[in-house]
């Protein structure tokens, strides 16, 4: 089961279902009718395979994958979970507004749904009582390390919201959110052998001779990790990885059943061709060349087409897609490149085509997103074996598309910060206006060299209402002037208290806001028909204003 593609659909569903897209009364019993779901579906799955419609198998076998994901969706877009969330908690769950702890609450139906899923799919694959423990504890400690990052995020984003200064400053300074995420990337970064050793089933390798190949090779290839661990996965994968970016917190992890079926040379070079990905340092050219795609793709769409928000994101998508098929392409490169490695360092080339088929198996035609078929990868290997120019040539490619990566990142990088610390000033006023501070918002703006005139003309009107009132004006003092204003037709000034709602996390007012703009400028029958979108009081009292 790979947990990474239901796992960011759940989290999309969430983002749609946050974002009120759909309107649905609540229905929270139904979280409890659909745990079931994923059980039927593994019935009607197993009854198709025992009769042969090998066709239906494979659609239900989708579907069983996707069955969380679906039920989530069901439980969120069409009987209003997040609504009812909402109301018991008091939490405003909003896609524009900062992480909030009732998250967990209106998030726990898929984990609920997954694990009912890893289960369901189980029971009907393996009839063996021990077996099946063992295939759902695998499962399980799978999901939790493909979810782990995510809770990681949230928990770091709780703790900097209950800060509100901190908070205002990650949401609307760019320079600060972008420090933000590259210390979040940091911390994961350097939690991730921890994460993976505690959700995996890990132990370290036992005295014996693997462990004693192992500190050979290490030794042979001047490498460094702070211990080497057997995956327990109950024969069900064989696979090795070097997670941890330091030689202090790195860690070797080989499966039970790789161990199980290599000999020690082919274990050697399995081991030298993980440590060929750590020499090349291939974690940080996926890395450049993922900043190179996201941040240039960021950058190309602000330039061609600015304050255009759906182009913007069409922009990204398609740097998206292209990262996709560039990242299976550099990966597949990148693994010719770790056997080469091995080859240079063991001068065994048999051993690695030998643990090269044995893991294959019957799959050796068959290639991935990430790895060349079984046999391509032999092939390459007798071609470095035979043709004494061929590596040379193929590292200096390797060498030039790594230095390129590279070259795009710091150049993207360049650009982006930037164009951060040129929208810093303003940036600077967001927050004063996010948090009530409106003199001194329009104090920054009036010193700036080149001012956004909106922006001053919004700071400037606010600083004079607050004067107007002579106090301070908070969240609650601005909705009763958004109220009056409303009921005295007086929608200029409703739409400046509006927009001053809005900067204080007020979202649930958006479509109120939007329909006085829309009266305001001058398309009054769109701000008549977006009055049913606006929630109640507002609805009603917009309506008689309108008239």
């Known amino acids: 089961m790979g947990f990474l593609l239901p796992i ?91 992480p909030e702890p009732a998250l967990v609450l209106s998030f726990a139906p898929f984990v609920v749904y997954q694990l009912a899923a890893i289960d369901a799919e189980v029971r009907g694959i393996e009839p063996r009582d021990e077996v099946r423990r063992r295939m759902r504890t695998f499962h399980v400690r799978m999901f939790a390390s493909a979810l782990a990052p995510i809770v990681v995020y949230f928990g770091v984003a709780v703790l900097v919201g209950w800060n509100d200064g901190m908070r205002l400053n990650v949401q609307h300074v ?27 089933e890990t132990e370290p390798l036992p005295p014996g001779l693997q462990r004693e190949l192992c500190t050979a090779v290490a030794r042979k290839a001047e490498f460094e990790a702070r211990e080497v661990r057997v995956w327990r996965t109950g024969n069900l994968l064989a696979n090795a990885a070097i997670v941890g970016l ?114 294959g198996g019957r799959l050796r035609d068959v290639a991935s997103w990430r790895h060349f078929s079984t046999n391509d990868r032999v092939g390459f290997m007798h071609k470095v074996a035979t043709d004494p120019d061929f590596a040379p040539r193929f590292r200096r490619r390797r060498r030039a598309w790594a230095w390129c990566g590279v070259a795009l990142a710091l150049i993207t990088i360049g650009l982006q910060v930037a164009e951060l610390a040129a929208d810093l000033p303003e940036d600077r006023v967001v927050v004063d206006l996010a948090r009530g501070q409106y003199a001194q918002a329009r104090d920054r703006l009036e010193r700036s060299d080149a001012p956004d005139s909106e922006l001053l003309e919004l700071a400037r009107a606010a600083a004079g209402l607050a004067a107007e009132r002579g106090t301070a004006l908070g969240v609650a003092e601005l909705e009763e002037e958004f109220r009056v204003s409303i009921e005295r037709r007086e929608l ?56």
């Open 246 to 359: 330091s030689a202090r917190r790195r860690v070797v992890l080989f499966s039970d059943s790789l161990l199980a079926i290599l000999s020690l040379r082919e274990l050697a070079a399995v081991f030298a061709h993980e440590i060929g990905h750590a020499k090349r340092h291939h974690v940080f050219v996926f890395v450049a060349w993922a900043l190179a795609f996201f941040l240039g793709g960021d950058l190309l769409a602000g330039w061609l087409f600015p304050g255009d928000d759906w182009a913007g994101l069409s922009v990204l998508a398609i740097a998206m897609v292209l990262w996709y098929f560039g990242f299976g392409w550099q990966s597949r490169r990148c693994e010719l490149e770790a056997d080469l490695y091995s080859f240079e360092l063991l001068r065994d080339p048999e051993a690695m085509m030998s643990a090269l088929q044995r893991v």
């Open 492 to 547: 200029e000034r409703a739409l400046l208290v509006g927009e001053l709602l809005l900067y204080r996390d007020r979202f649930d007012l958006l479509e109120a806001v939007e329909a006085v703009e829309a009266w305001v400028t001058g398309a009054r029958d769109g701000a008549r028909a977006s009055l049913e979108f606006v929630a109640e009081p507002w609805r009603t009292r917009l309506a008689t204003s309108f008239r």
């Open 174 to 200: 760019g320079l600060f959110n972008a420090g933000f995420v590259t210390a979040l990337a940091l911390l994961l970064a350097s939690l991730l052998p921890a994460l993976l050793t505690n959700t995996w």
């Open 8 to 98: 960011l659909l759940a989290v999309g569903v969430q983002a749609v279902a946050e974002a009120d897209v759909f309107e649905a009364p609540c229905r929270p019993w139904v979280a409890l009718l659909l745990v079931p779901v994923p059980y039927l579906i593994a019935v009607r799955l197993r009854r198709a395979r025992i009769k042969g419609r090998f066709r239906r198998a494979e659609w239900l076998a989708r579907l069983s994958t996707l069955s969380a994901v679906l039920c989530f969706a069901l439980l969120s877009l069409l009987c209003g979970w997040v609504d009812c969330v909402r109301a018991w908690t008091g939490a405003k769950l909003s896609v524009m507004a900062w």
